[in-house]
């Protein structure tokens, strides 16, 4: 009776041997740990204080002078629609702005152009359920910008690597790139870091720097600190008081003098620092924010929905110290047809 050999793959030795299987049983031992830990995902370090800054503060919605928004939605699945923007009076929006929004599970794009020919396109793609690259293009005024984020979201992490305007036309790499990652020790701390590189010109010598951030997550309360690499503390504390009140404090410190090159001037160190408070009230049919900072800034917002396609917003500042005010009044449209109006329930909005 002939034997019969099996035949061993060429490169088989590499993977069949004492110190890999060492090294597997090692990470299975140590994935297995880390599971019944039950760690969740903590985020981002970019939105480290996201429940704060990006949802009881009001610095992104804020606006002043006259503004119209109309909205036509041709479909949902996918999702597309087109918008016209008009404002008036208004310090940082131009008088016209002409949108369109496609999206899918997988594919998100997004353009604007104003009255000027400034152009601004987004166009985001997921590979799959935890890995997105995100690329901004932003052409105007004489002056161009790229941005490429590629985000890996993991069960109990997060790892981030973004670049601004990278390019090798000159004969090297150029451009501002930063690399992040956040992880979740406990079922309540994370800890990560974020690291920038960056260099303008080949005639300049690159920069780097560190950042370090940590957050904890209490039943009903959130805190977070950032100490940047020139000296810079950021801190933030956010609670949910009731089911439809939220409120928050951030502490930014800027300590002047710390960095690289200080000293050299024989200056004391200098200490700045702004502290704002800022609560939300979600209602029924419409939502509040309110703020207050220690440089006399008292800014409100209020978002009213008078009919399920309009939707009105004012928004009011105040400088105490400067003796200034600021002003802003918004209605926004959404039109859609009746068999569109039946689809938005079940239906589900890109994951972007």
């Given at each position: 009776?002939?034997?019969?050999?099996?035949?061993?793959?060429?490169?088989?030795?590499?993977?069949?041997?004492?110190?890999?299987?060492?090294?597997?049983?090692?990470?299975?031992?140590?994935?297995?740990?880390?599971?019944?830990?039950?760690?969740?995902?903590?985020?981002?370090?970019?939105?480290?204080?996201?429940?704060?800054?990006?949802?009881?503060?009001?610095?992104?919605?804020?606006?002043?002078?006259?503004?119209?928004?109309?909205?036509?939605?041709?479909?949902?699945?996918?999702?597309?629609?087109?918008?016209?923007?008009?404002?008036?009076?208004?310090?940082?929006?131009?008088?016209?702005?002409?949108?369109?929004?496609?999206?899918?599970?997988?594919?998100?794009?997004?353009?604007?152009?104003?009255?000027?020919?400034?152009?601004?396109?987004?166009?985001?793609?997921?590979?799959?359920?935890?890995?997105?690259?995100?690329?901004?293009?932003?052409?105007?005024?004489?002056?161009?910008?790229?941005?490429?984020?590629?985000?890996?979201?993991?069960?109990?992490?997060?790892?981030?690597?973004?670049?601004?305007?990278?390019?090798?036309?000159?004969?090297?790499?150029?451009?501002?790139?930063?690399?992040?990652?956040?992880?979740?020790?406990?079922?309540?701390?994370?800890?990560?870091?974020?690291?920038?590189?960056?260099?303008?010109?080949?005639?300049?010598?690159?920069?780097?720097?560190?950042?370090?951030?940590?957050?904890?997550?209490?039943?009903?309360?959130?805190?977070?600190?950032?100490?940047?690499?020139?000296?810079?503390?950021?801190?933030?504390?956010?609670?949910?008081?009731?089911?439809?009140?939220?409120?928050?404090?951030?502490?930014?410190?800027?300590?002047?003098?710390?960095?690289?090159?200080?000293?050299?001037?024989?200056?004391?160190?200098?200490?700045?620092?702004?502290?704002?408070?800022?609560?939300?009230?979600?209602?029924?049919?419409?939502?509040?924010?309110?703020?207050?900072?220690?440089?006399?800034?008292?800014?409100?917002?209020?978002?009213?929905?008078?009919?399920?396609?309009?939707?009105?917003?004012?928004?009011?500042?105040?400088?105490?110290?400067?003796?200034?005010?600021?002003?802003?009044?918004?209605?926004?449209?959404?039109a859609a047809g009746e068999e569109l109006m039946e689809q938005q329930g079940p239906s589900t909005p890109p994951p972007f």
């Amino acid at each position: 009776m002939a034997l019969v050999e099996e035949k061993q793959p060429a490169l088989g030795f590499v993977t069949d041997n004492a110190a890999v299987s060492a090294l597997k049983d090692t990470y299975v031992s140590f994935s297995e740990r880390r599971e019944a830990l039950g760690l969740s995902n903590p985020g981002t370090v970019e939105n480290i204080a996201r429940e704060v800054q990006k949802d009881v503060f009001l610095n992104n919605y804020t606006f002043t002078g006259l503004r119209a928004d109309l909205t036509k939605a041709f479909s949902v699945a996918p999702l597309f629609q087109v918008s016209h923007a008009f404002s008036m009076g208004s310090q940082g929006l131009p008088p016209y702005t002409f949108a369109a929004l496609y999206g899918t599970p997988k594919v998100f794009l997004q353009a604007n152009v104003d009255n000027d020919g400034q152009l601004s396109a987004r166009a985001n793609y997921r590979w799959n359920a935890a890995f997105v690259t995100k690329t901004n293009v932003q052409i105007g005024g004489g002056q161009a910008m790229l941005s490429v984020d590629n985000d890996y979201t993991g069960n109990d992490f997060s790892a981030s690597l973004k670049s601004l305007n990278p390019s090798m036309l000159e004969g090297g790499l150029t451009g501002i790139f930063m690399a992040s990652y956040l992880q979740s020790v406990t079922p309540r701390i994370a800890l990560g870091l974020e690291a920038i590189w960056q260099r303008a010109a080949l005639n300049a010598g690159p920069e780097a720097a560190i950042s370090y951030v940590a957050r904890y997550k209490g039943d009903d309360w959130i805190a977070s600190a950032q100490l940047q690499a020139q000296g810079a503390v950021n801190t933030s504390y956010w609670r949910k008081l009731t089911e439809k009140v939220e409120a928050g404090v951030d502490l930014n410190l800027q300590f002047a003098g710390m960095g690289r090159g200080a000293g050299l001037m024989g200056g004391p160190m200098r200490k700045e620092g702004v502290t704002t408070l800022g609560a939300k009230y979600d209602f029924r049919a419409s939502t509040f924010r309110a703020q207050v900072d220690n440089t006399g800034k008292l800014s409100c917002l209020l978002e009213k929905r008078v009919a399920p396609p309009v939707q009105l917003t004012f928004a009011g500042e105040i400088d105490h110290f400067k003796q200034q005010a600021k002003v802003g009044l918004a209605v926004s449209i959404e039109a859609a047809g009746e068999e569109l109006m039946e689809q938005q329930g079940p239906s589900t909005p890109p994951p972007f």
